[in-house]
């Protein structure tokens, strides 16, 4: 079952993160350079766009790669 992560980006105060940000923004579940090794490799949130040096995603996409990637977890 997948976690429900669509208030992640409530207050965020910006339509897209920046990939230094990512830390912050996934709660530390998540760290730039991860998401870097996954974006080379084609695994990362579709639509990343680079300006300049930086890579930034919209929150949407980000926020559903997510969700793809994440389960819930359930005690026995």
Do not use: C, T
């Not at 965020?12 to 830390?23: F, N, P, T």
């Not at 991860?34 to 919209?58: F, H």
């Not at 929150?59 to 559903?64: G, N, T």
């Amino acid at each position: 079952m997948k976690a429900d992560l669509s208030k992640m980006g409530e207050g965020w105060g910006s339509s897209h993160v920046a990939r230094q940000e990512i830390k912050k923004f996934s709660g530390g579940s998540m760290s730039e350079k991860y998401l870097a090794n996954l974006d080379s490799q084609g695994l990362g949130p579709k639509g990343r766009i680079k300006i300049g040096r930086r890579v930034v995603y919209s929150v949407a996409s980000l926020i559903e790669w997510l969700e793809n990637r994440s389960q819930i977890v359930e005690k026995k």
